[in-house]
């Protein structure tokens, strides 16, 4: 059983910044990609940005420059380090793990940018 639980969602105003931390727990295999998707209301899960346990490192083209992924293979745990945050970046984000074929996802956190 895997679980990915995330936190440091939150308010913020528009210009801010915001970290998110997805930490893994359960049988995880060693070669695996975590990232962040996210999801506005009435849309479909979007890449938001993806980086491997070789650190290999994709984002969409809305967080370039202003996001940063990163993550410690010995705990297990993902961040998104969101800067320049603007008022479209309020959805709900989800931490995702992928290994061997499957992939797992996270409750969700909300962000909230007020302009």
């Known amino acids: 059983q895997v679980q990915l639980v995330e936190s440091g969602g939150g308010s913020v105003q528009a210009g801010g910044s915001l970290r998110l931390s997805c930490a893994a727990s359960?049988?995880?295999?060693?070669?695996?990609?975590m990232g962040w998707y996210h999801q506005a209301r009435g849309n479909e899960r979007e890449l938001v940005a993806t980086?491997?346990?070789?650190?290999?490192?994709t984002y969409a083209d809305s967080v370039k420059g202003r996001f940063t992924i990163s993550r410690d293979n010995a705990k297990n745990t993902v961040y998104l380090e969101m800067n320049s945050l603007k008022p479209e970046d309020t959805v709900i984000y989800y931490c995702t793990l992928r290994m061997l074929g499957r992939a797992y996802w996270g409750q969700g956190t909300q962000v909230t940018v007020s302009s």
């Open positions: 359960g049988s995880i295999f060693s070669v695996n990609t």
């Open positions: 980086i491997t346990s070789g650190g290999r490192v």
